[in-house]
């Protein structure tokens, strides 16, 4: 097989397991954990280390920011033999009971991308694999972790639909994004970030699996305030001290899939 248009990589260079954060910066924080870690390549927002944990062969691959980027990276990967994924990343959360540093397991999401209706139609569900997600909240109890499963948001913007004026540039705002929060919340969804959605439904309809885990760095219904001023930068001044459990978590949940796939080819 050739090598891939934007990964720059080939078959063999991938393990059959795939640990995918967006931000290509933290592809060498996930391979520190590792026994053994190669890079592969590293060519526009796609950084590649393959190795082993644990005795697991193993890849970690970023994505970039939303689900365009992350839909190449997936059909790039899959052509070179990946064929389980498991997001990595951080998150908002919509829920009050929800804590900063709190792990977020998905099982399923919502569709606000537009990828992935290119791939399937919007009533198609977003569903995580089950073994993966038991995998996820297994790791996640191992470590001591706080933890919640549930549904997350993926949409295609970091700026718009917030409850108040403030968040998009010079103020720009529509009267519809007023209560799109809130009803969220009421759904008890417990997420938002940008990438899950399209990362379930290619796996589901392509036959693979995948999952995704994220550690809550705010509460986006109260990050606005009553100023209605968005300040990202402040959730990010907490994020360095999460990273470092999520890349672990992300390995973990890896290892005990990993071991749960031998117990069952062999029996």
Known sequence: MSQQFHMKIEEGQVAPYVLLPGDPGRVE?????????????????????????????????????????????????????????LRIGTC?????????????????????????????????????????????????????????????????????RHAKPGSSFGGYWQ???????DDLKRMGVVAAEMEASLIFVLARVWGL?????????????????????FEPEKAIDHAASYIEKLCLAGCESVRILAKKDRARRAG
């Open 29 to 85: 924080m996930v391979a520190k954990y590792w026994d053994k870690a190669t890079k592969v390549m590293s060519n526009r927002e796609y950084v590649t280390y393959t190795g082993e944990y644990k005795g697991v062969p193993i890849s970690c691959a970023s994505t970039g920011i939303g689900a365009p980027s992350t839909s190449i990276a997936m059909e790039e990967l899959a052509r070179c033999g990946a064929t389980t994924f």
């Open 92 to 160: 908002g959360t919509f829920q009050d009971w929800v804590q900063n540093g709190d792990i977020a397991i998905f099982d399923s999401a919502v569709r606000l991308d537009g990828a992935s209706k290119l791939y399937a139609p919007v009533e198609f569900p977003a569903a995580a694999n089950y073994e993966v997600v038991n995998a996820c909240v297994e790791a996640a109890e191992g470590m001591g972790e706080r933890y919640h499963v549930g549904t997350t948001r993926s949409a295609d913007t970091f700026y718009a």
């Open 175 to 181: 009267s519809s994004w007023a209560s799109h929060f």
């Open 209 to 229: 699996r995948a999952g995704g885990i994220s550690v809550v760095l705010d509460n986006v219904c109260q990050c606005a305030g009553e100023s209605g001023n």
